[in-house]
């Protein structure tokens, strides 16, 4: 087989996982690494909350992927399509062979859009969308800056999303902008979850119970969005408890798409064969892999059962960074762990956030001396504004925080 490059480190996706780590190996005196990456532009994701909402532009989440990637990384502009942990080589879709002493593997999660017949198309058409990407953001905010009555239908699928708090951050964002506009009383809001309570973590979820009572949100637990008519504009959702199904006629919908492990993941041998969710099967502490001590993961791509978040990344990163270098210098054990951190920074209002932070143990786990973040507080809006997307740009993707 001809190689036709290798690097000491190989970091498979230059979002917000790949940048940390490269930034994190640079900064611990590693220096041939090599990341593989298709995108000319790097997206700061939690910013589209704020976009579908009507309070951020979208270009302010975008910036040219050269403007992030740290000096001295060789960017390998392509697409992973396969992995040979045995040989240590990953396969690019233009047909280059790379090598690697250590892989790190974060290309992120896929969205399944076909997963939920008529899905897809619904999102071509003009009276649904979702703030889970880029060219569809600012249409969310549209819809809702448009309507001045009648349903209006937001969705969570099962299963591992990123940001399990996205999907229902932007219903109470539009739900305020009717309040504000005083339709509010005129448009019914109907919020479609999966789970049996509003969050995973009680307090919180106690919290969120407050919310959406305040604005008359019908929420729908232990439910699912099953099919979408989107000629007749029909929302099928099917109530697990009972096993209801119920079709609701909407004005407008915001959709979140089922999500599982990229299909090339999946089909890899980095994916735990007996999981059809296909993550890359790490040790939930370390974040190596389970079998190819070689290869590292984190990110939403990760198995590790934290929440998938911009949040859990920044503490996953120093560790894989710290665990690869041991695992070059030849260290017996690896000396950096994980314990589950994440947070979900949960926009209650157009002025006001409140900051889930919790671990493994769905244990709340306040970082922020002196400020109880347990509640919706104005000062938390303009961290979720200006303060993450600072600490992103200038402190996270430079491995300094
Ligand atoms: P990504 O950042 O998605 O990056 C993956 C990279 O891999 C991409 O650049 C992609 O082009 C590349 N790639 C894909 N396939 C391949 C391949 N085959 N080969 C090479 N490269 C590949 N997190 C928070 O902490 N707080 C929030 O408030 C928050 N809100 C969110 C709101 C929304 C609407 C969304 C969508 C996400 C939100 N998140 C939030 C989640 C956060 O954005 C993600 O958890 C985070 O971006 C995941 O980082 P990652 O590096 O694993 O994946």
Known sequence: MTIDAHHQVLIVGAGSAGVSVAARLLRSGIRDIGLVEPSATHYYQPLWTLVGGGRAPARASARPQRSVLPKGVSWIRGRVETVAPGERTVTVADGRTVGYDRLVVCPGIQLDWNRVPGMAQAVTEPHTSSNYTY??????????????????????????????????????????????????????????????????????????????????????????????????????????????????????????????????????????????????????HTLRHVRHPDVFALGDAGSSPNSKTGAAIRKQAPVVARNVAASLAGAESLPASYDGYSSCPITT????????????????????????????????????????PFLYWNLMLRGRA
Not at 367 to 383: A, F, G, K, S, V
């Open 135 to 284: 060219e569809l953001a600012p249409r969310t905010w549209d819809l809702i800056r448009s309507m001045r009555s009648g349903t209006a239908v937001f969705t969570m699928p099962a299963g591992p999303v990123k940001c399990g708090g996205a999907p229902q951050k932007i219903a109470y964002l539009a739900a305020d902008h009717w309040r504000e506009q005083g339709v509010l009383k005129d448009i019914r809001v109907v919020l479609v979850l999966p789970t049996p309570g509003m969050f995973g973590v009680p307090v919180f979820a106690a919290e969120l119970e407050r919310v959406a009572a305040r604005y008359g949100i019908e929420v729908r637990r232990n439910s699912e969005l099953v099919e979408v008519d989107p000629d007749g504009r029909d929302a099928v959702v099917v109530d697990h408890a009972p096993g209801a199904r119920e079709s609701v006629r909407f004005d407008m919908m915001h959709v979140v798409p089922p999500q599982s492990a990229p299909d090339w993941v999946k089909a890899s041998p980095l994916a735990d064969p007996a999981d059809p969710a296909g993550y890359v099967e790490i040790d939930r």
């Open 349 to 388: 209002s157009r002025h006001t956030m409140l900051l889930a932070e919790f671990d493994y143990a769905l244990r709340h786990r306040p970082t922020l001396p002196l400020i109880d973040t347990t509640h919706e507080r104005r000062d938390m809006w303009y961290l979720k504004r200006y303060g993450l």
